[in-house]
């Protein structure tokens, strides 16, 4: 079975613009999260989406935002993009609420 | 606040020297306790999950451990395939509803043959 895939894997872009993040979770799998990685720290908690319906959110600006789709894929969208936001993007899915989340390989996110 | 401390950042050993690494967390009333692997470039890879104080899980070379305060993740002659990032990872009694996980900053294994 296929694993969380995540597109793009790398993404450059510039002051300012725009980012969509895309996930896909493992079939079957309800719940989505995602996390922000930075080099040499572990993940931090975005967002968690459970059934299209949002059902938590770390502790990130409001220019960070993310939407369920009726087939469980997420979309994370980070607009006015920063320096400070080059990082690695993780997806993670899961069957439930409380079971363990497993991650796909992430977006290499690079902000000049 | 919840926190989770890992503990070496780094550590080296040589084929076949067994070791511990360490996860402590401040967190009451965990719901679960995530041990994962992440190799470089790649997304954390799920390892186990322990729940209660005195459970033990064991996968070929790792067994990890869990006490109310601190698990340990033990790894026996380790073989230079095991080298990678080992992140600890707690879910709070808060994230109930959410599931979410807060991670430690990780420990770097490096094995040499």
């Known amino acids: 079975d296929a694993g969380v895939t995540q597109s793009p894997t790398h993404l450059i872009k510039t002051r300012g613009q725009h980012v969509t993040l895309r996930c896909s979770p493992i079939s079957g799998h309800k719940s989505v999260s995602w996390y922000q990685q930075v080099l040499g720290q572990g993940p931090q908690f975005i967002f968690q989406?459970?059934?299209?319906?949002?059902?938590g959110r770390g502790n990130f600006p409001d220019r960070f935002s993310a939407r369920q789709f009726p087939n469980y894929s997420s979309e994370l969208n980070v607009n006015a993009l920063l320096l400070g936001d080059s990082a690695l993007y993780l997806c993670a899915s899961s069957g439930s609420l409380n079971q363990p989340q497993h991650f796909g390989d992430g977006t290499r996110l690079s902000i000049l | 606040e919840d926190q989770v401390t890992q503990s070496p950042e780094a550590l080296r050993l040589q084929e076949g020297e067994s070791s511990s690494l360490n996860c402590s967390y401040t967190v009451s009333g965990l719901r679960g306790l995530f041990w994962y692997r992440q190799d470089p470039g790649k997304g954390p890879e799920f390892l186990f999950t322990?729940?209660?104080a005195g459970e033990e899980k064991e996968k070929e070379r790792l067994k990890a451990t869990l006490t109310k305060k601190e698990s340990f993740l033990h790894i026996t002659a380790p073989k230079p395939e095991d080298s990678a990032t080992y992140l600890c990872?707690?879910?709070?009694?808060?994230?109930?509803?959410?599931?979410?996980?807060?991670f430690g900053q990780g420990t770097t294994l490096q094995v040499k043959p």
């Open positions: 322990l729940y209660s």
């Open positions: 989406y459970y059934e299209k319906e949002e059902r």
């Open positions: 990872a707690v879910q709070p009694p808060s994230s109930s509803n959410t599931g979410k996980l807060i």
